[in-house]
């Protein structure tokens, strides 16, 4: 269970707690259930606890899915005493998202999410520090070449360290998951830090499991009671070791912006960083004081872009490797299409719109991968009548991804890995509307163009030197698609042999 490791000496503080949140808790529901504004349905919650025991903390996101199918589109739960809107299905999550922007567009700062960045930076911020600090890092990516051209020589450059780090082991059985995120981060370092590190470099390493290790944590039951109780904090293990880890990611990037500080020259900017850093100066040399462009921001930006432009793209790889292994009929058909129109030499970005069944492919897997499955928590920043529900400014809500690519009003087979989804009768790629792993509106992601490049490049180069099989003694079907669930969703550990075509 997850409090098991409370001490006993808590259990005066914890009875007196649970009465006074019980009585809050109480107070606080009638006066939602006050007046006629008709609220999303939902299960009874139990005082306290809500809904806590109505859904499987291990998999909330599929527990969600499962209730919508009995309240509707817009439901409310109780996660302990926290009241959450869940929106469901493509119908509702789009135009909630997209039509109501304002009104869905603010992000809720969970207890975790504050713990992690304090109030500032890009993903658990609001208002003019979010405005601004999220309009600098779209732009500055985008002039180091975010989508373009010089991201793409990055993301080449680095396909080639990956082909030969796989290449070394000869064909024999390993776990590609740690490749794979030495070459997803090395291009946001790139874009960050102005350098790659050398996948055996142990600042990588470091730098690399803690993230890894966070989003596993920050999806854990135990986190998840921590939100809706968090004086429980300090008694939960799960806690302790996560804040653990972001004390030293935090020690860690400082040491990065502190060595880049002594060699800046705002003439010559060579990174995120520096942009940002000549940015701060400029501004303290007019005497401006009041800017949002201070440390904090700098130090917890940077950290957001690592964090978000790194496991993401790992886990999508790790997931696309899993599934050609699986399907080697759908692998055949990728690598004959990129034979026929690539040949051997080097795949470019502007190859992708003569690879449509290599395209289908990529975007099936993102579909099925479903790694970011209830988005990142959104907050309403206003009252708000929606489908015919009131929701009062400040609720928490959760869009939830994972109902919107697997609609089963979208999607012909939404729970089989199918390729055909993307494609017309003719074999021509289509886009579908519900593929929405980006999520969409004003929150959506801010590096998707930057992941689209790389999902596609890694993933044709990787096909195109290897065939990828299970290890010796494995067959297909006993490679597993159940995924582990943290904050996101990724496969289960598992080795693959990546055998090379030459
Ligand atoms: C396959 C790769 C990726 C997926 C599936 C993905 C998905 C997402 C999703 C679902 C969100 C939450 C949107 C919402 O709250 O509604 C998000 C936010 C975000 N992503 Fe990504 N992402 C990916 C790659 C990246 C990359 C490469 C970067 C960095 C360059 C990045 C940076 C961010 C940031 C900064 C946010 C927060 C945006 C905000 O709060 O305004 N992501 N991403």
């Known amino acids: 269970m997850m409090f098991e490791d409370l001490p006993s000496s808590t259990s005066l503080f914890l009875f007196g707690t649970t009465v006074a949140l019980l009585v809050l808790h109480v107070l606080h529901f009638r006066v939602d259930t006050k007046g006629n504004r008709r609220e999303p349905p939902g299960p009874k919650p139990l005082p306290l606890l809500g809904n806590l025991l109505q859904v499987d903390l291990k998999r909330l996101d599929a527990s969600l899915f499962d209730l919508a199918k009995k309240y509707g589109p817009v439901f409310t739960v109780y996660l302990g005493p926290k009241k959450v ?9 789009k135009t909630a998202l997209v039509n109501y922007a304002e009104e869905f567009g603010d992000r809720e700062v969970m207890p975790v999410f504050y713990d992690f960045n304090k109030g500032h930076g890009i993903l658990f911020t609001n208002g003019d520090i979010w405005k601004e600090m999220r309009r600098f890092a779209l732009s ?13 020589e990055a993301i080449i450059e680095e396909c080639h360290h990956l082909v030969e780090e796989f290449e070394q082991h000869k064909g024999e059985a390993f776990n590609n998951r740690r490749t794979v995120s030495y070459a997803s981060s090395n291009v946001i370092s790139a874009l960050m830090f102005g350098k790659r590190f050398d996948y055996k470099d142990p600042e990588i390493h470091s730098l690399l499991e803690r993230d890894t290790e966070s989003i596993r944590l920050t999806g854990s039951a135990s986190i998840l009671i921590y939100n809706a109780f968090p004086w429980l904090g300090p008694c939960l293990k799960n806690w302790r070791a996560l804040m653990k880890n972001v004390e030293d990611s935090v020690a860690e990037t400082k040491r990065i912006i502190a060595d880049l500080k002594e060699t800046l020259n705002p003439d010559m900017c060579r990174c995120f960083i520096d942009v940002f ?14 800017s949002h462009f201070h440390d904090d921001n700098l130090l917890y930006s940077v950290a957001n872009l690592f964090a978000a432009g790194s496991d993401t793209i790992a886990i999508s790889l790790h997931w696309s490797l899993l599934l050609m292994a699986k399907y080697p009929l759908i692998q055949d058909k990728v690598h004959e299409e990129l034979r026929r129109v690539v040949g051997s030499r080097q795949i470019r970005v502007t190859d992708r719109k003569d690879l449509p069944y290599t395209d289908a492919v990529i975007h099936e897997t993102q579909r099925l991968a479903n790694i970011v499955p209830m988005a990142i928590p959104h907050k309403t920043s206003r009252d708000v009548t929606f489908q015919g ?13 994972t109902s919107v690519l697997y609609d089963e009003s979208r999607w012909e087979s939404p729970h089989t890995f199918n390729p055909s989804h993307f494609l017309d009768k003719e074999g021509r790629f289509v886009k579908r509307d519900a593929f929405m792993p980006f999520s969409a509106g004003r929150r959506v992601c801010l590096g998707e163009s930057l992941a689209r490049m790389e999902l596609f490049l890694f993933f044709t180069s990787l096909l195109q030197h290897f065939r990828f099989t299970p290890p010796p003694g494995v067959t297909e079907d006993e490679l597993s698609l159940t995924p582990f669930v943290g904050f996101t969703l990724s496969p289960l550990p598992h080795e693959l042999c990546a055998v090379s075509r030459q």
């Open 389 to 401: 529900c009131f929701i009062e400014k400040g609720t928490t809500v959760f869009p939830l991804l």
């Open 140 to 152: 500055t990516l985008r002039d180091f070449g975010m989508g373009r051209r010089t991201s793409e």
């Open 85 to 93: 809107v869940v929106l469901a299905g493509y119908k509702t999550v």
């Open 277 to 290: 850093l000549s940015r701060k100066q400029r501004l303290e040399e007019s005497g401006i004081k009041d």
